[in-house]
C-alpha cells in the first residue's frame, strides 16, 4: 500500500498524516485591490496580496510561509472577507496571528480575524458557496471620492431590466458565454444559488451568490447586465447569450473597481467566527430584490 505523502497547506486525503507539531490556521483577509496586481503570488516582482501576507507571516511565525485562498481575485478586485489557511510549526499566540501581522502587513490588506482549524479544513476545496458583490456608481457625473471602489456607470439604468434580466441567470447552467478566454476551470457549469439587486441612492449593488465561479464571471454578468440596464439590448438578450455558450455573444467585462469578495461559506463542523458582508461602506440593511 502506497502512503500518502502530507505537503504543506494541501487537502488532507486517506491515508495522509497530519505532522506532529504543525497546526493549521484559517483567517479572514480584507484588502484594497487597487494597491495590488491581483491576489496571486507572482514571478514578477509586483505587489500582490498573497507576496504581502506571506512575507508578514514569515517574519512573525520566523520560518517560511505559504498560503491558500477561497478564490484568486483579479486586479483591483477587493475583499471584504477573503479566507486563506495555512500550515505552521511555529507556537504563536494568536492575537500574533492577527494584530502581529497586520503590523508588518502594507496599507489597503488586513487580517481580521484567525484561528486554527482542522487539518481537514481547506480553504478552497472545503467552501460550499461563495458571495460577490459588484457596486455600481449610477451618475451623469464621475465620483471624486472612493473612484477605485465603485465602477462609475454615467448612463442611466434600468433597474428593474436588469433584475428581469438577470433572472435567466439563476440555477444551474453551462455559464461559458460568461468566462474569460484563458479561464482554466475543468468545467464550466455553475449553479448561481441567488442574484439579488438594491437601489440606495446613487448605488446599485449586484449580489450573487454560487457554489464556485469561472475568471472574469461575475464581471462578465455585470457587463451583460449594465448592457440591458443601458438599454442597448433587450432583456431576453441575456438568454440567448447564456444559450450561446460563446464568450464572444457576451459583451463587455465590467471594470474590476466595483468588484467585492463579501462572504465564503463552510460547513458548521469546522466553527469559522460568522463575518458580516461588506463592504463596511455599505447601509447593514438593504433593500434586496430577487432576480
Not at 454560487?210 to 464581471?219: C, K, S, T
Not at 465590467?254 to 463542523?269: H, I, N, T
Request: proline share 5%; with cysteine; net charge positive.
Amino acid at each position: 500500500m502506497t502512503t500518502a505523502v502530507y505537503t504543506r497547506n494541501c487537502e488532507l486525503k486517506p491515508g495522509m498524516e497530519f505532522p506532529a507539531g504543525m497546526q493549521r490556521i484559517a483567517a479572514c483577509v480584507e484588502y484594497n485591490g487597487a494597491l495590488f496586481h491581483g491576489f496571486q503570488a507572482q514571478k514578477f516582482e509586483v505587489d500582490t496580496v498573497q507576496k504581502s501576507l506571506q512575507s508578514a507571516l514569515s517574519s512573525v511565525a520566523d520560518e517560511e510561509i505559504t498560503l491558500v485562498c477561497a478564490g484568486r481575485t483579479d486586479a483591483g478586485v477587493h475583499a471584504s472577507a477573503q479566507i486563506i489557511h495555512f500550515d505552521s510549526l511555529a507556537a504563536r499566540p494568536l492575537k500574533a496571528w492577527s494584530l502581529g501581522v497586520n503590523a508588518r502587513l502594507p496599507q489597503g490588506v488586513s487580517i481580521k480575524w484567525a484561528q486554527p482549524v482542522s487539518p481537514h479544513f481547506h480553504a478552497r476545496f472545503s467552501a460550499r458557496a461563495r458571495t460577490y458583490r459588484y457596486v455600481i456608481y449610477n451618475s451623469p457625473t464621475r465620483p471624486a471620492l472612493m473612484r477605485e471602489q465603485v465602477t462609475w456607470q454615467k448612463r442611466p439604468l434600468d433597474f428593474e431590466a436588469m433584475v428581469r434580466a438577470g433572472s435567466f441567470l439563476v440555477g444551474e447552467h453551462d455559464f461559458s458565454s460568461f468566462r474569460a478566454s484563458q479561464c482554466q476551470a475543468r468545467s464550466p457549469i455553475r449553479e448561481i444559488h441567488h442574484l439579488r439587486f438594491c437601489r440606495n441612492r446613487d448605488l446599485i449593488i449586484m449580489e450573487v451568490r454560487a457554489n464556485a465561479f469561472l475568471h472574469h464571471m461575475v464581471r462578465n454578468i455585470a457587463g451583460v447586465l449594465m448592457t440591458v440596464g443601458c438599454g442597448d439590448k433587450p432583456v431576453q438578450w441575456v438568454e440567448a447569450v447564456l444559450a450561446a455558450r460563446d464568450r464572444t455573444q457576451g459583451g463587455i467585462t465590467a471594470p474590476s473597481a466595483g468588484l467585492y469578495l463579501v462572504r465564503v461559506e463552510y460547513p458548521d463542523q469546522f466553527e469559522l467566527p460568522a463575518t458580516e458582508s461588506g463592504p463596511y461602506f455599505l447601509p447593514e440593511e438593504l433593500g434586496w430584490v430577487a432576480a
